[in-house]
């Protein structure tokens, strides 16, 4: 039985068996007897490393029975393996040999917090995002099935991952075109399974073995040649399986399940893996993990231990006071969505599995009829959002900017075309630190400002969040306010719900010469460079619509418009600026600072805006060259 440890050690643990097994090759040498003990060497590794680098624990620790198994069975890096997000893939990184470079685990240019093909031929298909496994592995094992490969591919899913809809359609789509490829479903919450114990296991065995799969064709060909006989014994197979196993739905779509089994019993998993290994056509196997196994704090609270923090050395000196931190901008939005939603009863709040990261903790508990998690399901959220606005409600779509990508035909048909009364509050928008490029809201002033009828705000603290919500809230038509991850400048809040005069930029700083347009957070930083050369510095507030008058009134009085904006420089909200002096006629020097056009990698927030010159550091710097040309 796997070891239950109670605290994240500080020191490399001794871990004689995982030393030996750096490399799936050589794990494949150990005895089948040392898997467990190497099973409990990982574990405490994993403790360890996290420990030291911070960053996702809880479904790591679940899958490390299941990584050794599908390492030990597959032929990987030939046999393909693709993980599901990629939480759970720091054990297979470990495995893959990247145990010693996991103490740079998302920091800058060390390894990144997800499977990345430029990393590791042993990361098959990068991912970020849920729910892809299943695609790319059928597109894997097509491309196999075509080149004559006999290699195997599996997708490993986790069961929130399960709720999305392009899971489903991969599951459809296997099934039509008869793929050799196993999917293995990580349900981690039992969320859709049985209990487990012996029974489900030792059926598990039996009907992933090739005695039965032999016995199935066999009867197949003798009753096919009776009228019926066939269809009436797989509806018969299929009910009792049914009555056992929870496998129903899958068997209907065309795989053949297997399960659930103890995903933690490496014997049982070992045993069914062989045995699917083989097995031709679309297979499907359910094993029950728990989040945060083998340590018992996790264990007790798998959404507080699903990522960490780095442990300080314990004789660390004592940190500086901080500065008081003002409240995170999803705090933010938490208290206006509970707000606004005591004060109209037709606020409907809708996350696609963001409750707590999105902060809407407190509205699920106040307002539970009104609260909507769609899981993991981007493009339904937006299109319930469509419907609710259709009948008359107030529906605010609480989504990371990253996830919003994933419906944007929805927010142009099914909402921005119909012209619908929905507010999008766009959370994670910029760079956002050690998850890299995959999570970073890079474009979404962009895709946004070009949809007709969109009114796109950006604030530039905590206050003017409040207020921009309110405005897109009272807004007649689809409205958005991005805002990124982590605290703001600690802004005081009005708590009255007063909106903006929309369209309307607000000079923050008087000065001669350059004009700092900002649009959101940069502002602070902005006002630091604006009295280091004496600009005027502008809180442009509203991407979309563009403050014209003012834009107007500032080239005609300076010699130099510096457009600031945490997002790509291209179609972002420097371009709408441009776009509007070149039809006005109006020549004017213009300076466009923002996210460069490349994927800027994981490192912390502040070295990633340095990195792009977004700090006030480079925010002079750049000002100061371009000055220096005229």
């Given at each position: ?14 871990t004689p068996l995982l030393d030996r097994a750096s490399m799936p090759v050589e794990l494949r040498r150990l005895a089948e007897a040392e898997l467990e003990t190497l099973a409990d060497e990982l574990r405490q590794d994993l403790l360890y490393t996290v420990g030291q680098t911070g960053g ?575």
């Amino acid at each position: 039985m796997p070891t239950t440890f109670h605290e994240i050690p500080r020191e490399r643990p001794a871990t004689p068996l995982l030393d030996r097994a750096s490399m799936p090759v050589e794990l494949r040498r150990l005895a089948e007897a040392e898997l467990e003990t190497l099973a409990d060497e990982l574990r405490q590794d994993l403790l360890y490393t996290v420990g030291q680098t911070g960053g996702h624990f809880g479904a790591g620790l679940g899958v490390v029975e299941l990584t050794i198994a599908l390492h030990y069975v597959f032929d990987t890096p030939d046999d393909r393996l693709v993980w599901d997000v990629g939480h759970q893939a720091y054990p297979h990184k470990i495995l893959t040999g990247r145990r010693e470079r996991m103490l740079t685990l998302r920091q800058k240019d060390g390894i990144a917090a997800f499977p990345r093909r430029v990393e590791s031929e042993y990361d098959t298909f990068g991912v970020g995002h849920s729910s892809t496994s299943i695609s790319a592995a059928l597109g894997m094992a097509i491309a196999a099935k075509l080149q004559g490969q006999k290699r195997k591919t599996v997708a490993v899913i986790g069961d929130g991952a399960m709720t999305a809809g392009m899971a489903f359609e991969a599951l459809n789509h296997a099934s039509d075109v008869q793929a050799d490829m196993l999917v293995v479903l990580n349900d981690n919450d039992m969320s859709i399974s049985r209990n487990v114990g012996g029974l489900s296991n030792y059926l598990a065995k039996i009907l992933s073995s090739r005695t039965y799969a032999s016995m199935r064709e066999g009867s197949k060909k003798v009753l096919s040649r009776l009228p019926g006989a066939w269809e009436i014994a797989r509806k018969t197979e299929e009910h009792a399986k049914g009555m056992l196993v929870p496998g129903t739905l899958f068997e209907e779509l065309g795989w053949n399940y297997i399960g659930p089994i103890d995903g933690h019993d490496l014997p049982t998993l070992l045993a069914t893996l062989r045995n699917m290994r083989d097995l031709e056509g679309p297979q499907f196997l359910h094993v029950i993990t728990k989040k945060g196994k083998g340590f018992a704090p996790a264990e007790a609270d798998p959404i507080g231990y699903h990522a960490i923090t780095k442990l300080e050395p314990i004789n660390a000196p004592a940190a500086e006071p901080k500065k008081p931190a003002g409240p995170k901008y999803s705090n933010v939005f938490g208290q206006w969505l509970c707000d606004m939603a005591a004060a109209d009863p037709r606020l409907m709040g809708i996350t696609p599995a963001m409750k707590e990261g999105s902060d809407l903790v407190a509205f699920s508990e106040r307002f539970p009829k009104r609260y909507f998690d769609v899981a993991i399901a981007e493009q339904h959220a937006v299109t319930l959002a469509a419907g609710m606005a259709c009948e008359g409600a107030k529906p605010v779509v609480a989504i990371y900017s990253t996830f919003l990508q994933r419906a944007y035909d929805q927010l142009i048909h099914d909402v921005a075309v119909q012209n619908l009364d929905v507010l999008f509050a766009i959370d994670r928008a910029g760079l956002v630190g050690e998850d890299g490029p995959t999570h970073a809201g890079s474009f979404d002033l962009s895709y946004l400002r070009c949809i007709p009828g969109m009114l796109v705000m950006t604030p530039s603290d905590e206050n003017e969040m409040r207020r921009m919500l309110t405005t897109g809230y009272l807004f007649d038509g689809p409205a958005a306010v991005r805002y990124p991850r982590g605290s703001g400048p600690n802004a005081p809040i009005d708590p009255a719900l007063v909106p903006l005069e929309i369209g309307k930029g607000v000079i923050r700083r008087q000065g001669h010469k350059t004009a700092l347009l900002v649009f959101g957070v940069q502002l602070a930083d902005a006002l630091v460079v604006g009295e280091a050369l004496d600009a005027t510095v502008v809180d442009m507030r509203f991407v979309k619509p563009l403050d014209e008058q003012l834009v107007r009134e500032l080239a005609a009085s300076h010699e130099l418009l510096v457009t600031i904006e945490e997002n790509a420089i291209m179609g972002g909200a420097g371009s709408a600026v441009g776009e509007f002096l070149a039809a006005e006629g109006l020549q004017k020097p213009l300076l466009h600072l923002g996210l460069p056009d490349y994927y800027v990698e994981h490192a912390k927030p502040a070295q990633m805006l340095a990195e792009c010159g977004l700090d006030a550091a480079g925010i002079e710097r750049a000002v100061r060259a371009r000055l220096e040309k005229s």
